[in-house]
């Protein structure tokens, strides 16, 4: 019986490895071979669709544990796993339909009750934000602060702004201070925070950069909170400054436990150098992946639910694409759910808020490449993947050369697709200290703008791991 032999191997990866990517790609493999095999076994679709949450691709995920449910309703997993699928889509009600019939059908299951008390509990608190919404709009958190009138105790012995100022001198106090795992006292944080959004909410969707004939730019892709390989960045390309300008292309924070650490440096670095040192914003600059991935947990852990409340209004000012020399686009997910976007458009795209579910502001968070022509479904369940005919449409009608994004772990950090036209660059080694992948920065130099490759790979960090500060009902769920 083949398929049986199918599962077996599918389990083994799953189960029995020291899990890495590529050991749940292998499950995906050979659940989906055992699954043509025999397409009505519950068990398998289960089981894949562990796999798919592992891999972050949510939308097959919900996909599957909805196939498991189809076959045999009384799959009590299923539903557990078309939850989680839901949770970490930010679809809160639909996974609490499900907890509600695993607590139905197992009223004595003291895991299931928990977990469905907590999902109930985020459902309430997003009805009642809502429900707020309307009052609060347009009020900033910055107007209740009292920044002048905080004050610095004796004990601190950290860095503090120079008269309200970021300075290198700063900068590099703060690196070497957050390595020792100590916290910047909250008044410079909020100050940093103040001066930030300023800067941001002054910068178009879409910047334009020129890079000189003898100059060049660094391009690093998600960084998702690893602080010590961002230090490891700068040791290896050198710290930024003027002469040597980044840029980050989103998804700073969530999953890594310095994502705190990770910002607040960065930001820094904006505001030293503001313009040659830009940042992007990721699909995890958003209020909806903080609270299940962990920065919102983070920042009310080492500060408050006040200050974390100013991130989230910083986040929605950050630009949303970049280009280079007029020739290559950067952005952190990738290209449009349809045809004929021009840059122009990218340009008034009004970015202050939350992304929308759909359109072009969501495509270029969310969507992925493909390897096939056309567009499909998008793995995640958000946004859509498109293919190689689709970026050479884009970039004929925009006359462009290439596109950079970021948004999906690469074995080696980096992945050249589309021909050359579409460059995937991941900078987070070893994500989530599992999946033992290395990662890339670029280097593109005005004289040519062909991409350099410089790969590297994870340094130690202390032993805070990943995930801590996320949502209990994922951390659990996903078990
Ligand atoms: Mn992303």
């Known amino acids: ?68 449910l189809e076959i045999d309703k009384n799959y009590i997993k299923g539903y557990y796993r078309r939850a989680t699928s839901n949770m970490a889509l930010g679809k809160f009600k639909a996974a609490l339909k499900d907890y509600e019939t695993v607590v139905r059908v197992r009223p ?20 009642f934000e809502r429900a707020i919404a309307s009052d609060e709009l347009k009020r900033s958190v910055v107007d209740s602060l009292d920044i002048e009138n905080m004050t610095i105790e004796d004990e601190y012995t950290g860095p503090k702004l120079e008269e309200g100022k970021v300075t290198l001198k700063f900068m590099k106090e703060l690196m070497d201070w957050f390595k020792d795992e100590k916290k910047l006292h909250r008044k410079c944080a909020y100050q940093m925070l103040v001066e930030v959004k300023e800067l941001l ?80 914003r990721g699909n995890h600059e958003t209020d909806n992946m903080n609270q299940m991935y962990g920065f919102e947990g983070e920042v009310k852990a080492k500060y408050t639910a006040q200050m974390f409340q100013l991130f989230s209004e910083v986040f929605q000012w950050l630009p949303l694409t970049l280009c280079i020399n007029s020739k290559v686009l950067v952005m952190h997910g990738g290209l449009f759910s349809e045809d004929g976007v021009t840059l122009d458009d990218l340009k008034k795209i009004d970015r202050n808020r939350q992304p929308p579910d759909s359109g072009p502001m969501c495509d270029l968070l969310w969507s992925d490449p493909q390897p096939q022509n056309g567009r499909s479904i998008s793995k995640r369940g958000v946004s859509c993947q498109f293919g190689p005919d689709v970026t050479q449409r884009f970039l004929e009608q925009n006359k462009l050369q290439y596109i950079i994004r970021s948004h999906e772990v690469k074995a080696e950090g980096y992945e050249i697709t589309h021909s050359g036209k579409c460059i995937t660059v991941f900078s987070a080694p070893n994500y989530c200290d599992q999946m033992g992948n290395k990662a890339a920065y670029i280097h593109l130099r005005g004289s040519d703008l062909k991409p350099e490759f410089h790969q590297f790979t994870a340094v130690p960090h202390p032993n805070v791991k990943p995930m801590v500060y996320a949502n209990s009902l994922l951390q659990l769920g996903m078990m």
């Open 108 to 127: 004595n299951d003291k895991d299931a009750k928990m977990k469905y008390q907590e999902c109930n509990k985020i459902v309430k608190q997003k009805a």
């Open 1 to 68: 019986m083949k398929f049986l032999y199918l599962g077996v191997l599918a389990f083994f990866f799953f189960f029995f490895l020291k899990t890495q990517e590529k050991d749940y790609e292998n499950a995906i493999r050979y659940y989906t071979e055992a699954l043509e095999l025999n397409p009505s076994n519950a068990i398998y679709f289960s089981n894949r669709s562990l796999a798919y949450l592992r891999t972050e691709c949510y939308g097959y995920a919900l996909a599957d544990a909805t196939h498991a």
């Open 201 to 280: 909410s002054k910068l178009p969707s879409l910047i334009e950069i020129m890079v000189k004939e003898t100059d060049k730019i660094t391009i690093c892709g998600d960084t998702h909170g690893q602080y010590y390989d961002l230090l490891n960045i700068f040791e290896l390309n050198g710290l930024p400054s003027l002469t040597n300008p980044y840029l980050f292309n989103g998804d700073f924070v969530d999953r890594g436990s310095f994502s705190v650490e990770v910002i607040l440096t960065l930001f820094g670095f904006k505001l030293l150098y503001p313009d040659h040192f830009h940042l992007l």
